[in-house]
C-alpha cells in the first residue's frame, strides 16, 4: 500500500479558512431560520384569514336562516290574527277560503291535467312549512295545477327520491331495506295517507321542475320509476308498471346535474373515497353541528315549521338517549351513527364524486323532454381575474357574493390520493358560477359521460316559424345570467326575469301535457 503525495496529503485549516466556514455555516442556519419564519408567518396569515372568512361566512349564514324563519313566523302570526279577527267578524270568509284550498287540491289530484310538480333543493322546504313561505317564491301560483312536496332539507339524493315518490302515490315512505341497513337508519318513514297525485301512471304522467338538488332528486326518482324499485308498487290499480313513462318532462332550474366546487370549498375533501368527509373546521361543520342540535332537541313548534329531514335515523333526545346520545351524533360514534356519520345526506351528493356516481345510474330517457335553465352571475375574465358581471336589474344575494369570487379562482387540489373526479377535467369549465353552483353543471349531465345536449337561442311562439321542434332525450338548455337565488323565496329580487324564466318553463310543459302533442320549437345557439 502507497502513501499519497504530500500534496494531496490533509492539512489542518488555517485559522482565516476556518473563521470562513464557520460564517457560511452561521450563514446557512440563518437562512433556514428565516425561510422557516417565513412560512410559519404565512402559515398562520393564511390561518388568520381562513378563520376570519369562516366565521364571517357562519354569521351570514345563521344569520339568514334567522331572519327567513322569524319572517315566516311573524307572517304565521299575522294571518293567524287576521283569520281571529275575520271569524270574529262572521265565519264566512274563513270557510269560504278553506273550501276554496280543497277545491284546489282536488282539482290536482283528479288527473285530468298533469300536475307540474315543484321540488325544492338544499335546505329548501314544501308547501305548509314555515307558515305561508313559498319556497318557490309564489311562482306556483302561475298554474292551478302545481305541487309542491316538502322533503328533507339535508336528506341524501336518494332518501328524498323515495320521498317524492310516496308523497305523490301515497303511503309510508320505504327508503329500501340495503340502502336503510347500509346507513344505519330505519328504514320506513312518514306516511301519507293519502297521496298528492295517487293517480300517477302513465295513464296520467306529470311535469317536473327542480330547483337546485332538486333536479338529480327527479333524475333519480326517474330512474327508479323505470328500474321497478317501489315494492308493491309494480303495477297500479289498472295493471300499469311504474316506468319512465309516468314523467312527460323534466326541467332542471340552476339544477345541480354535475355536482360544486362549492362542495369541496365549503368543507367536503376531495378524496379518492369520492368526497364524503368534512374537514375539521369548515362552514359545513357549522352546518352538522346546527343540524344535530336541532333534531336532537325534537321541540314540536319547530319541527311544524321546518325540518332537516332526518327522522328516520332516530337523533330525538327520546330516542337517542340524551345528552350521552347528543354526544355520539355530534361524534360521529356509535357504530357510524348518524346521516354525517354514513354519509347519506345531501352534500357528499354535490360534490363532482357524487354527482358523478348518481349519473352512472341515471339515464337520459328517449321519451321525455328536458330542460335547462343554468344561471351565472361570477366569471373569470380573459386576463384570469375574477369579475361578477352584472346579472340583469340584481345585485349578488349576501349569502352568494363571497363564494361566487371564490368558485371562479377555486383549483382542484391534483397531488397524491386526489386524481381528477372525472377524465378530462379542466379547472376552466368549472370557473363560470352563480355563487352556489358551476354553470358548467348546470346545462346537462356532462360526467362521468356527456348526455346529448342543445344551448337554444329562444323559444318560438306557437305560430312562430323557423326554429327547430324540441325532440325528446335531449337536454335544451340555456344560460341565464342571475345568481341561485334568483328564482327562490324572494320574487322582488328576479324582478322581469323571474316572470320569463317561469312563464316559460309553465308555457314548456302545458305544451307537452299530451304525448301526441306537437313539441314547441326552439331556435338553436350551438350544440355541444
Not at 21 to 39: I, K, Y
Not at 361 to 377: D, N, Q
Not at 413 to 427: C, L, M, Q, S, V
Request: proline content about 5%; some cysteine; overall charge neutral.
Amino acid at each position: 500500500m502507497g502513501f499519497p503525495p504530500k500534496a494531496a496529503q490533509h492539512r489542518p485549516p488555517s485559522a482565516e479558512q476556518g473563521s470562513h466556514a464557520r460564517e457560511l455555516q452561521q450563514r446557512h442556519r440563518g437562512g433556514v431560520s428565516t425561510s422557516r419564519m417565513r412560512n410559519w408567518m404565512r402559515a398562520a396569515l393564511l390561518g388568520a384569514l381562513g378563520a376570519a372568512e369562516l366565521l364571517f361566512s357562519a354569521v351570514v349564514h345563521v344569520g339568514y336562516a334567522f331572519y327567513i324563519f322569524g319572517t315566516a313566523v311573524a307572517a304565521d302570526v299575522f294571518a293567524s290574527l287576521v283569520k281571529s279577527v275575520m271569524a270574529r267578524a262572521g265565519g264566512v270568509a274563513k270557510h269560504a277560503a278553506v273550501d276554496g284550498e280543497d277545491e284546489a287540491s282536488t282539482a290536482v289530484l283528479d288527473g285530468s291535467v298533469p300536475p307540474i310538480v315543484l321540488v325544492h333543493g338544499i335546505f329548501g322546504f314544501g308547501k305548509g312549512r314555515l307558515g305561508g313561505l313559498s319556497y318557490f317564491a309564489g311562482a306556483e301560483e302561475k298554474d292551478a295545477h302545481v305541487l309542491v312536496p316538502d322533503l328533507g332539507a339535508l336528506t341524501s339524493v336518494h332518501d328524498r327520491a323515495r320521498e317524492l315518490f310516496y308523497y305523490l302515490k301515497g303511503g309510508r315512505v320505504d327508503y329500501g331495506e340495503s340502502h336503510s341497513a347500509e346507513h344505519n337508519h330505519a328504514r320506513y318513514g312518514r306516511t301519507y295517507a293519502r297521496g298528492h297525485y295517487p293517480c300517477w301512471s302513465s295513464a296520467h304522467p306529470a311535469h317536473f321542475v327542480g330547483h337546485s338538488a332538486g333536479a338529480q332528486v327527479i333524475r333519480l326518482l326517474h330512474q327508479m320509476l323505470h328500474d321497478g324499485a317501489f315494492q308493491g308498487h309494480e303495477t297500479d290499480d289498472e295493471g300499469h308498471v311504474t316506468s319512465e313513462r309516468w314523467v312527460l318532462s323534466v326541467t332542471s332550474l340552476s339544477g345541480a346535474l354535475n355536482g360544486s366546487t362549492r362542495a369541496y370549498a365549503d368543507g367536503m375533501r376531495p378524496e379518492v373515497a369520492g368526497g364524503r368527509t368534512m374537514r375539521a373546521a369548515c362552514l359545513l361543520q357549522v352546518c352538522r353541528v346546527g343540524s344535530v342540535l336541532y333534531h336532537w332537541l325534537d321541540v314540536p313548534f319547530l319541527n311544524r315549521y321546518y325540518d332537516f329531514g332526518f327522522g328516520h335515523f332516530g337523533m330525538s333526545r327520546r330516542v337517542a338517549g340524551g345528552v350521552r346520545g347528543l354526544a355520539g351524533l355530534l361524534r360521529g360514534a356509535n357504530g357510524a351513527w348518524g346521516p354525517f356519520a354514513t354519509g347519506d345526506w345531501i352534500l357528499p351528493d354535490l360534490t363532482i364524486h357524487g354527482a358523478s356516481r348518481v349519473n352512472a345510474r341515471v339515464r337520459t330517457f328517449p321519451g321525455t323532454f328536458y330542460f335547462s335553465y343554468a344561471t351565472r352571475c361570477a366569471a373569470r375574465t380573459p386576463g384570469g381575474g375574477a369579475a361578477v358581471p352584472p346579472s340583469g336589474s340584481m345585485g349578488i344575494h349576501p349569502l352568494l357574493f363571497l363564494r361566487a369570487l371564490q368558485m371562479s379562482r377555486w383549483r382542484y387540489p391534483a397531488g397524491a390520493g386526489t386524481p381528477p373526479p372525472y377524465e378530462g377535467y379542466r379547472d376552466e369549465d368549472w370557473e363560470d358560477n352563480d355563487g352556489a353552483l358551476n354553470t358548467f353543471s348546470m346545462t346537462h349531465p356532462r360526467v362521468p359521460v356527456e348526455h346529448p345536449g342543445v344551448m337554444v337561442e329562444e323559444e318560438e311562439e306557437e305560430d312562430g316559424g323557423g326554429g327547430r321542434p324540441l325532440r325528446p332525450g335531449v337536454w335544451y338548455y340555456r344560460i341565464v345570467e342571475a345568481d341561485h337565488m334568483a328564482f327562490i323565496i324572494n320574487r322582488r329580487r328576479g324582478g322581469a326575469l323571474f316572470d320569463q324564466v317561469y312563464d316559460s318553463i309553465f308555457r314548456n310543459c302545458r305544451r307537452l301535457d299530451s304525448r301526441d302533442a306537437a313539441p314547441p320549437t326552439v331556435q338553436i345557439r350551438r350544440s355541444s
